[in-house]
C-alpha cells in the first residue's frame, strides 16, 4: 500500500511538473506596497506547479517549493521604514512627472545591470526561456525589453487603478468627461471646471510619461543589447492588464477584455498570528480599539513635537478605548505616550483589522491598507500624505465610510478628536463599510483565482486578448482622419452647390439684366 502511495505520488509530482508552465515575476521596485501583490500572485502560482523564478528585493519569510529568487537587493535603499517627517516634502513634491521618473523610475532601470540579471540575461540557454512574463509596472518600463527579449508574452501588474497612460498604451477608451484622472480629487460627476482640469490632466500626464519615459531607452540598449524606438513601444508587447481595482471601490469604468480587475487577490484570512501581547492587549480593548499607521514606508516618529503632542492629547482623550500605532523606532517618539497607546515596529495588518474589537483604522489611505480594511469592514480617518492617497480618501468619504483630515499639516487635537468621537459613535459609518464589503467581496471566482486563470491562459494562447487599436495611429484611433474626410465631402458639396446656384442665377437673371443694361445704352445714344 504504502508503495502504491509513493508511486502515485511520484505520478501527481511529474504531472504537475510537465503540465506547468516556466513564468518570470519581474518586481525590481524597493517599495513593499508595490511587491505584495506581486509575492501573492507568484507563490500561488508556485503552488499550483508552475515552475516560477521572480526579480524582487524581497525575501520570502519561508522558502516554496518550484519558488527561485533573483535578488537583486542591497544597492537601492529600501522604502520600508526610511522615509521621515523631512523625506516626507520630497514625496509630496513629485507633482510632476520628470521628477518622479528622475527618482523611483531611471534608479531602477540602472539595476539592469546587476549581475544575477545580467547573468539571466546573457546565459538564457533555453529558448525560450519563459512560456509567460509578469512585470509590475510603475515607473520602469525599462523591464517591459524582458518580453521581447526572450520572445514571450507579457503580462502587465498594476498594484493601483489604472494609470492614466495606460489607456491610449493598452488601447482602452477612458473618457475624461467622467474618468478621474489618477492625480485628481474628482469624483465622477464633474462641473465643467473640472471637466476642463481633467481633460488638461489626464493628457498632460499621458504625453510627459510616454515623452520622459524615453530616457530609459538608453538603459535597454545597455543591458539587453536591443534598439527600440520607444518606451510606448515595448508596452505593445503587453498580452493583459491585472489590475488592482473593483468597481465597488474604483468606480465604474469602461475596461477593453485585455483589462482584468483582481482587486485584493492578496488577501486572506489566514495572515501571520497575533503576537501574545498584541493578542492580549486586542482581547482587553473591551471598550474598542483604534488601529493607526502611515504604512511600510513612513516613521511617524519624526514628525514634529508639536504635531506629536496634538495626536497624544487626543488619544488621551478617547480612554478606555485603546490604540496600536505602528512605529518603527520607539526610541525616537517623543516622550509623554498616553497609557491606551501600544507601539509596536510591526503589525500583522490582516490579524489586526479583522479582530473584533477593533473599530477604526487611522490611516494615510494606501490602496492596499483601505483595501484590507474594506475587506474586514472596518471604518477609516485618512491622514492623506502623497501620491494617490488623497483621491483614494475622498472616493471612501464620498461612500461615507471614513472621515478625512486632508492632510498632515491639517491635524489638530479638536480635528482629531472629533473625527475620532464621530467613527466610534456613529454607527451609520460602520453599517456602510459592512455594505461595502459585500459588494467587494461578491464575486462569480476570487482575485487570486481569476489572476492565476488568466497568467495560464495567456501562457496557452499568447498575445490574443490585445486591442486592435494598438494597429492604428493615434490620429486614426480618435476618427480624426474620418472627421476631416467627411469635413472636405461636407465642404465641396457645399462649394459645389453654391458653385452650381451662383452659375444658375447668372444663368437665369444675368442674361436679362445684360438686355436691360443694351436697351439703356441704346437709349442714350439716341
Partial sequence: MKILLSVLLVILICTQIIGGYRILGVAPLQSKSHWILMEALMKNLAIRGHQVDVITQFSLKKPIPNYTEINIGGIVPELT???????????????????????????TCELLGHPKLQELIKNSQQNPPYDVIVVSLFLSPCYLAFGRYFKVPMIGLVTTSFYDWLNHLSGNQANPAYIPSYFSTFEQRMNFRERLTNFLLTNMYTMQMSYYSDAQVQHVKTHFGMDVPSMDDLHSDIALYLVNSHHSLNEIRPMNPGIIEVSGLHLKDDDDPLPLEMQKWLDESTHGCIYFTFGSMVRIETFPEELMKQIYASFEKIAPVRVLMKVAKKEDLLPGLPENVMTNPWFPQISILKHKNIRAFITHGGLMGTMEAVY?????????????????????VNKKVAISLQSINDITEERLSSALNKILKDPSYRNNMQRLQKLFLDRPMSPLNTSIYWVEYVAKY?????????????????????????????ATVLYITLYSL?????FLFGSRASKNSAAARSKKDK
Fill in 502 to 506: 451662383r452659375k444658375l442665377k447668372n
Fill in 81 to 107: 521604514n526610511n522615509l521621515n517627517a523631512t523625506g516626507l516634502e520630497d514625496y509630496t513634491s513629485l507633482t510632476t512627472i520628470p521628477r518622479t521618473l528622475s527618482l523611483l523610475g531611471s534608479k
Fill in 376 to 396: 474586514h469592514g472596518v471604518p477609516l480617518i485618512g491622514i492623506s500624505l502623497f501620491s494617490d492617497q488623497h483621491r483614494n480618501m475622498k472616493n471612501f
Fill in 462 to 490: 499568447g498575445n490574443v486578448l490585445q486591442s486592435p487599436a494598438l494597429q492604428l495611429y493615434w490620429w486614426q484611433r480618435n476618427l480624426l482622419d474620418v472627421y476631416a474626410f467627411i469635413f472636405v465631402v461636407i
